[in-house]
């Protein structure tokens, strides 16, 4: 395998959807992580970027940036998908940037449960970089 999970990844994709949900309502917030592998020798391994953002969407397109906003940068990824079945393409631009275009590919996870906490998650990847994206589902009721 090209490039290792590190384990922040694994806990994003095994935490239960009850750990998402701090209020108790569920809203179009959707929770991002961002994993890249740096080529320097020297430093840490990984860029983490994470945070929480609203996705837009239209028919089998959506649409999300995510944004995360230090003392010292702003980094800002615009991606747009495609849903069909359980898989996904994505386009990601990093705005600000001459950055070219990064294509993506991944699924996507429904899970609603009767009487209890459900989850959507979207999982894509290209060349090692990951991105994760989760919201939690209300109860659906009796």
């Not at 940037?97 to 209890?116: C, F, M, P, Q, W």
Request: proline share 4%; net charge negative.
């Amino acid at each position: 395998m090209k490039y290792a999970i590190p384990a922040v990844l694994t806990a994003f994709a095994l935490a239960p959807a009850s750990s998402f949900a701090q209020s108790g309502a569920q809203t179009n917030s959707w929770h991002w992580i961002r994993v890249e592998p740096l080529l320097s020798p020297e430093g840490k391994p990984w860029e983490i970027l994470q945070g929480t953002a609203d996705v837009i969407f239209s028919g089998q397109k959506f649409h999300v940036v995510l944004k995360q906003e230090s003392k010292t940068e702003l980094k800002e990824y615009s991606i747009d998908g495609f849903i069909r079945g359980g898989d996904v393409s994505a386009d990601e631009v990093q705005m600000y940037t001459d950055s070219v275009l990064r294509h993506y590919v991944g699924h996507i996870e429904k899970h609603a449960y009767k009487n209890a906490w459900g989850h959507d998650r979207i999982f894509i990847l290209s060349d090692g970089v990951y991105i994760g994206i989760s919201r939690t589902i209300a109860p659906t009721g009796q």
